[in-house]
């Protein structure tokens, strides 16, 4: 019998990194590695299960900043110039590693992989990957939400109305340009949820988002069915919890699948390993070594000395653990329906990278959990089933009404990631940029021409500077140059624009090349940052929907 559900949710993301200036740039790896290792994967099993009819019902956000950057021709044509490279290091390893069988026949497959890579994204999806995506929602297998327009970690812009705002509409507005419908959920930025965020989020028409469990556990009513069925905030949008056993599951570093001795090592890369001087020299940046994803060994363990990777240990261990993940959550859903009036719900949100990126075999153990559930529906044994946030509040929209507390998924729960002593300096330039953008819209509040042109590069970079992925990145110690760099770029632009706008000479040329450099968003309209009443906003009476 069906004792529940489970929410499997998707969260896509990258920050916008994009540097037409110069002929290649070490930080758009992050783009092509994703688009090889997880995009492209993920569209190639929603492709497999369709083709054998199988149930999806998978929840997705993509990024408006992922979703312009996999739209964009110069990154587009980067990437392929990136796989031709890696298509020819695979021959440069199959004929170095002849005398080694085990090592060739991985540089084989690495090959194959990436050759196929390159197939997919030019024939079989013709470089439009988010319309690919599209197609899947159209046809009812997946479910496609948005997020903030440049994946800001909200709590700490919680005294901008203004601020949230100019973030939700051009969000939703590039989700709506690129996918072609209005999303009813939502994704907040490492969960970061605080008190009355939803009244910007029901002014948009948003029916929903996701939160961390203790965003609802800690509210100040206690939830009646914990996080195992969404509540309804006072304002009538309704929470989703992160359910956080499932997750760990998957998640942890040091407990979930992806740390299984079989699979194969993350780090332990050839760029790193071999010679720098027998690396192509096109696949290295000043002498930086960088990963290839060329990567031979399994975990094995805590050593230095990894065994050579086998795929088909790999696979054995994603059958095993898709079924130990299915047993788990049939098994909670059956204790915790007993205590319900309604079949629970299981929220298991990642972020997708996971998949096929951080976890080679992630994107496998996804497919195999999904046709695992398939299989145990037809048979009618005991399960859970795959569902979405809509399905699911269309199966049962009566829910209580509480007010959930500010939370995040991040490391404690709070905001310690993203504010603390390596990064906390952002947070006085950014305010005051943000403060700074709403007067220039008091002051010109119907410009045309260059100044409408700086004006709208002015709300760009604003949003920009923002990104939760700079002060995480300052924090992690990975690549902090390149974050600060990132955060005093866009503050620098923004404010260039205001003093040349207080002094009534804007440089054509300087604009012309910031416009082309930072280019997203280019429909934006500045008056976004429209000072608005601080007044609570967004109630809406949906007493029919409370329980």
């Not at 739209?71 to 890696?86: A, I």
């Not at 990567?295 to 095993?320: F, L, N």
Request: aromatic share 12%.
């Amino acid at each position: 019998m069906k004792h529940g559900y489970l929410m499997m949710v998707l969260h896509a993301h990258l920050p916008f990194v994009r540097h037409p200036e110069y002929p290649r740039f070490l930080e758009e790896i992050w783009l092509f590695e994703a688009i090889s290792e997880t995009y492209l994967p993920l569209l190639r099993m929603l492709d497999r299960l369709a083709a054998d009819d199988v149930p999806i019902n998978l929840c997705m956000s993509v990024s408006p900043t992922l979703a312009s950057m996999l739209m964009d021709e110069v990154l587009q044509r980067r990437y392929l110039e990136h796989v031709d490279r890696l298509i020819a290091l695979g021959e440069q390893e199959i004929g170095r590693s002849a005398a080694s069988p085990e090592i060739a026949r991985l540089a084989r497959m690495y090959r194959d992989f990436f050759r196929q890579a390159r197939h997919d994204f030019t024939e079989t999806y013709g470089r439009d990957l988010i319309g690919q995506f599209a197609r899947h929602e159209r046809e009812g297998r997946i479910e496609l939400i948005s997020t903030f327009a440049t994946h800001p970690y909200m709590p700490l812009y919680q005294h901008c109305n203004e601020n949230a705002a100019a973030q939700l509409k051009v969000g939703l507005e590039t989700h709506r340009s690129l996918f072609g419908r209005a999303p009813s959920g939502f994704w907040l930025p490492e969960c970061g949820y605080y008190p009355e965020l939803e009244n910007v989020l029901a002014d948009a028409g948003i029916r929903f988002f996701f939160t961390a469990s203790h965003g609802l556990l800690f509210a100040d009513t206690r939830p009646r069915y914990g996080v195992y069925s969404p509540v309804l905030c006072p304002n009538g949008v309704y929470a989703f919890g992160r359910e956080v056993a499932s997750t760990n599951a998957v998640w942890s570093n040091t407990d979930g699948y992806p740390g299984d001795p079989d699979y194969r090592d993350f780090y332990r890369d050839i760029g790193h390993d071999l010679p720098q001087d027998y690396l192509d020299q096109s696949l290295q940046f000043d002498d930086i070594r960088t990963n290839t994803g060329f990567k031979y060994h399994a975990i094995t363990g805590q050593t230095d000395d990894k065994r050579i990777y086998s795929p088909e240990a790999a696979t054995r261990k994603i059958e095993s653990h898709s079924d130990n993940f299915l047993f788990q959550q049939t098994r909670q859903c059956r204790r915790v329906g007993g205590h319900m009036d309604r079949l629970p719900v299981i929220v298991s949100p990642f972020d997708a990278e996971l998949f096929g990126h951080w976890w080679f075999e992630g994107v496998q153990w996804l497919e195999v959990l999904f046709r695992r559930m398939a299989t145990a529906t037809r048979k009618g044994e005991d399960r859970v089933e795959p569902i979405t946030p809509s399905e699911y509040l269309s199966q049962y929209p009566e829910a209580q009404t509480l007010q959930p507390v500010f939370s995040s998924w991040g490391n404690k729960g709070y905001s310690e990631v993203w504010l603390d002593g390596s990064n906390d300096w952002i947070y006085r330039h950014t305010h005051k940029a943000i403060e700074r953008m709403i007067d220039l819209v008091d002051r010109y509040p119907a410009e045309t021409g260059l100044k409408r042109r700086a004006l709208n590069q002015a709300a760009r970079e604003v949003l920009l500077s923002q990104a939760s992925d700079w002060p995480f990145i300052m924090r992690s110690g990975t690549t902090v140059t390149y974050a600060v760099r990132r955060v005093k770029e866009h503050i620098s632009n923004f404010t260039h624009i205001y003093d040349s706008l207080s002094k009534g000479v804007i440089s054509t040329e300087w604009l012309t090349r910031v416009e082309r450099r930072n280019n997203i968003f280019p429909d934006i309209d500045y008056r976004i940052f429209k000072r608005r009443s601080h007044s609570t906003t967004g109630s809406r009476d949906l007493s029919h929907a409370r329980g």
